[in-house]
């Protein structure tokens, strides 16, 4: 399973991007789709979550600003972020939750990351 990313850039402080993530490969079900950060010297963090059913779950610092969405027919989990500051700079990583058949269990798939830079 592979996991493409785009999106990322360089915004000013109060400005918007749009990410984008495709998942491909061998994929039966996608149960859940987020996005993840990890700016440097910390460790990788939640930013957003969203289930097969719609239901989100985000990180405190974020919640207002960004919002996640999923398309189920093209596997594509997409993070839509507003009012950008200088502390959302990091990678992002997409991350699912999915199985390959009906009969084996869920596993995680990470994409590369996207970075994106906020300047002040």
């Known amino acids: 399973v592979q996991l493409q990313a785009s999106g990322g850039g360089l915004v000013q402080a109060g400005g918007s991007l749009r990410l984008s993530c495709v998942a491909s490969?061998?994929?039966?079900?996608?149960?859940?789709m987020g996005w993840y950060r990890q700016a440097p010297g910390k460790q990788r963090e939640l930013v957003a979550r969203?289930?097969?059913?719609?239901?989100?779950t985000y990180a405190d610092s974020v919640k207002g600003r960004f919002a996640i969405s999923r398309d189920n027919a093209k596997n594509t989990v997409y993070l839509q972020m507003n009012n950008l500051r200088p502390e959302d700079t990091a990678v992002y990583y997409c991350?699912?939750?999915?199985?390959?058949?009906?009969?084996?269990?869920?596993?995680?798939?990470w994409g590369l990351g996207t970075q994106v830079t906020v300047s002040s």
């Open positions: 490969g061998s994929i039966w079900l996608i149960n859940a």
């Open positions: 991350n699912i939750d999915y199985r390959e058949s009906f009969s084996v269990s869920a596993v995680d798939a």
């Open positions: 969203i289930t097969l059913g719609g239901s989100t």
